[in-house]
């Protein structure tokens, strides 16, 4: 199973920007799929973003034309930008891989002013 550690959280003002990033112990493969989703305090897990190996991507209606997924198949990374962030979007941050279901430990995102 692979191993994912995500980075790059942290406190921003409303407007601001941050870029998340998901390390991967092995190779992406064409048949991956990465996402990020997130969890705010009292609520249920949300799919934010995901890119398959192809590099094809989807993105939840709440961060639509706000955030990009990316990928780097040499570096092993996956990435999260996330612009004109909003209070709503704070959230632990998780990295996810298929086929075989793996996730990281989660980074803060908090935006506040």
């Known amino acids: 199973q692979v191993q994912l550690v995500e980075s790059g959280g942290g406190l921003v003002q409303p407007g601001g920007s941050l870029r998340l990033s998901c390390a991967l112990s092995?190779?992406?493969?064409?048949?991956?799929?990465l996402a990020w989703h997130r969890q705010a305090p009292g609520k249920q897990r949300e799919f934010v973003a995901e890119i398959r190996g192809t590099r094809s991507t989807n993105y939840g209606d709440s961060v639509k034309g706000r955030f990009t997924i990316s990928l780097n198949y040499d570096e092993k990374m996956v990435y999260l930008q996330m612009n004109n962030l909003k209070p709503e979007d704070t959230a632990i941050y998780y990295c996810?891989?298929?086929?075989?279901?793996?996730w990281g430990q989660g980074t803060q995102v908090t935006v506040s002013s």
């Open positions: 092995r190779p992406i493969s064409i048949f991956s799929i």
């Open positions: 996810n891989h298929r086929p075989g279901d793996s």
